[in-house]
C-alpha cells in the first residue's frame, strides 16, 4: 500500500511545467581586441628581444608560448634563439628546437620547415640542432 504523503509526492512530478522559461543569459566575458596573427608574433619576437630579458623569463616565455596551441612562426623561434645566445645558455636553445619538434607532432613536414627557415640563425650563432647531436626525440 502507497502512503498518502508518497502519491503526493508523485503527483508533484507529474504536475505541468510552469508556462514560461527563463531566457538565456548571453555572457561577454572579454571585451578585449582579437589579437592578429602578426600581432602575436610582433608581441613574442619582442619580449624574446629585451636586453634585459633574463634565463627565468626566457623558460616562463617559452613554456607559456608552447602551451598555445600553435607551433611557434620561425621568426619567434629566432628571437628566442638569439635570446639564448645573450644568455649564453645553449641547453634552452637545444630544448626550443625539441619543443618545436614535439609540437610539430604527426605533422612531420612541420619541423624540417622550420628547421630549414632557421638554419641561417643557427649556423650565424653556433647552435646544432637535436639530430646533429646526436639526441633522438620520440
Known amino acids: 500500500m502507497i502512503s498518502a504523503a ?18 538565456l543569459a548571453v555572457r561577454c566575458y572579454s571585451h578585449a581586441k582579437v589579437e592578429t596573427d602578426e600581432e602575436f608574433d610582433s608581441r613574442w ?26 607551433v611557434p612562426e620561425p621568426k619567434i623561434l629566432d628571437s628566442a634563439l638569439r635570446a639564448c645566445r645573450r644568455l649564453d645558455d645553449l641547453a634552452s636553445a637545444i ?6 619538434k614535439d609540437k610539430s607532432g604527426p605533422h612531420q613536414e612541420i619541423y ?15 647552435i646544432s640542432t637535436p639530430e646533429e647531436l646526436g639526441i633522438h626525440t620520440v
Open 112 to 126: 624540417p620547415y622550420v628547421i630549414q627557415e632557421l638554419r641561417p640563425t643557427l649556423q650565424e650563432l653556433g
Open 95 to 100: 630544448r626550443i628546437l625539441e619543443a618545436v
Open 45 to 70: 619576437v619582442t619580449y624574446f628581444s629585451k636586453p634585459d630579458l633574463d634565463a627565468w623569463e626566457l623558460r616562463k616565455g617559452m613554456n607559456t608560448l608552447i602551451g598555445y596551441d600553435l
Open 6 to 23: 508518497v502519491l503526493r509526492g508523485l503527483a508533484s512530478l507529474t504536475r505541468a511545467r510552469a508556462s514560461h522559461t527563463a531566457p
